[in-house]
Structure formats: C-alpha cells, structure tokens
C-alpha cells in the first residue's frame, strides 16, 4: 500500500508492516481548516458542528479526495449516513482522525469488501481506561503500556471495515485482537458469535507509529457472497 503524506508531499513508510497492504492507498495530513473546499451537502453539514469537529470533517474529506484521486477516482462529494461515509460506486474506504492528524485508506471494491482506519496518539489510552477497552488476554500480552493504544486503534478500525457490511454494533469487550509480532500483522475475532464473526475473521490488520501516532487499518479482501451478509 503506498502512505502520502500530504504535509510532506511525498510517499512515506514504504517498509513498515503497514505498506504489506496491496490495492490500497491511504493518506494523511495535519488537521487544518479546509471547510471552504468542502462540497454543498458536506458543508451544510459542517456549517451545523463545532469548530473542532469542522476542521477534523474538513481534514478527513480533503485527505479522502487525495487518496480517490490517486486510485483513478473524480474527486467528488463524500456524504455520510449515520456516520458512516458514503464512497462512490466501486470504492471502499474509511476515515478517521485525532486532534493532530487525520488519514483515510481508499480502495477498489473488486478487491476490499471492507476497510477501516484508525489514528491515534501515540499514548492515547490511559491504564485505567484499557481496563474497560481491553480483554484479559490483550493485557496479559501487551510488550509495552504504549501499545494499549494500539489495541484500542486495532479495534476501532476492525469495527469501520465491517460496520458498514454488517451494520452490528459491537462493543470493546465484543472483539479481540490476535497481534502476530513475527509476522507483523493482526487478526481480530468476535468473542462470541455473531453476524460479524465471520467477516472480521477474515480480515487482516495492519499498523505503523507516525509521526508520534498509531495508524491502524484492518483490511476485509473481497470474498464472494459477503455482499449478503448481516
Ligand atoms: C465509529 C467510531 C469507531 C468512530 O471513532 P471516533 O473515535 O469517534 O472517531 P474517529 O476520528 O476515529 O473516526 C471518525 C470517522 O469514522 C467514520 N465512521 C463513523 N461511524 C462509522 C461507522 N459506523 N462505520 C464506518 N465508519 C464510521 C466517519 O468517517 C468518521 O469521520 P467523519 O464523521 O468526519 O466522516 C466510534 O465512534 C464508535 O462508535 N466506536 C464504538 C464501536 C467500536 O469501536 N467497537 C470496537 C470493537 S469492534
């Protein structure tokens, strides 16, 4: 997968474990205020929230158009229904943001049925607050209190690349993520099941440290008949 950073107007992090992702391109820039290259319904909507939350939309859209421009797509309006945004024919992604940083990875639909993103600084996670976020064995494994965070980013991004499929909420306690250090990769698993046990164990995570955050994006490659699930 190639990572832009659009701050530094080039490709970044070609050798981390997160660069294994193929099809796919993700990418990223500083939050800014670009509310004024906002399409009509997205501004309209920006228009209604907080100077905070408009700045990360902005961001979010504008890193989105980027990366549809580099995978051959019109840059074109990104609505959003409960949430979750809306890609245009043919392409799968997803967006996410924290305070200082926003990144999306878009990809073809013939090769992802789902794609989730996640960005989080680097120590984002308390101790205390992993203790709700965190399963037993996720804590038992973790090298260093830093990679909580990592954890916590794993699941939010499993739960963007399947949402949109399933449509299932699915809580912190409801998943678990299966980091495979030798590999360089994760697998995530529904604790119980349930309608997105399946899709999630088909997917694979990915992660890189950036710029003193977590990316993380798990990836569902496309598989026949998950179009009919949930
Ligand atoms: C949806 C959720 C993951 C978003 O996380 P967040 O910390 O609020 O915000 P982030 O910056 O990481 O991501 C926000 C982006 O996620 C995307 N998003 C929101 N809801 C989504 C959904 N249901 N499916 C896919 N993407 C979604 C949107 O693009 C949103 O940005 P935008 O509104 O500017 O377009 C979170 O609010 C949530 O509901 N979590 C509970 C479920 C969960 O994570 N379970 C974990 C176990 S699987």
């Avoid at 916590?152 to 690349?161: G, L, N, R, T």
């Amino acid at each position: 997968m190639t990572v832009f950073d659009l701050d530094r107007g080039r490709e970044v992090l070609s050798f981390a474990r997160i660069g294994r992702l193929r099809n796919a391109v993700l990418t990223l820039s500083a939050v800014r205020d670009h509310r004024g290259e906002l399409f009509p319904g997205e501004a309209t909507y920006a228009a209604t929230v907080a100077d905070k939350r408009g700045r990360e939309f902005s961001t979010g859209r504008r890193v989105a158009r980027e990366g549809l421009k580099r995978i051959g797509v019109e840059p074109c309006e990104i609505p959003s229904e409960d949430r979750r945004p809306v890609w245009p024919e043919g392409v799968v992604g997803s967006i996410g943001h924290s305070r200082g940083l926003a990144a999306a990875v878009v990809g073809p639909a013939d090769a992802f049925d789902g794609l989730g993103i996640d960005i989080e600084t680097e120590n984002a996670v308390s101790g205390s607050t992993a203790d709700r976020l965190l399963t037993e064995a996720e804590h038992a494994w973790l090298p260093a209190p830093e990679w909580r965070t990592m954890i916590f980013a794993a699941k939010e991004a499993v739960y963007k690349s399947v949402n949109p499929i399933v449509r299932e909420f699915l809580g912190f306690q409801d998943v678990e993520i299966d980091v495979d250090e030798e590999v360089g990769a994760f697998r995530a698993r529904c604790i119980e099941d349930r309608p997105s046990a399946e899709a999630i164990a088909a997917g694979y995570g990915h992660w890189a440290l950036y710029r003193a955050h977590w990316m993380v994006v798990f990836e569902i490659r496309a598989r026949r008949g998950a179009a009919s699930e949930g």
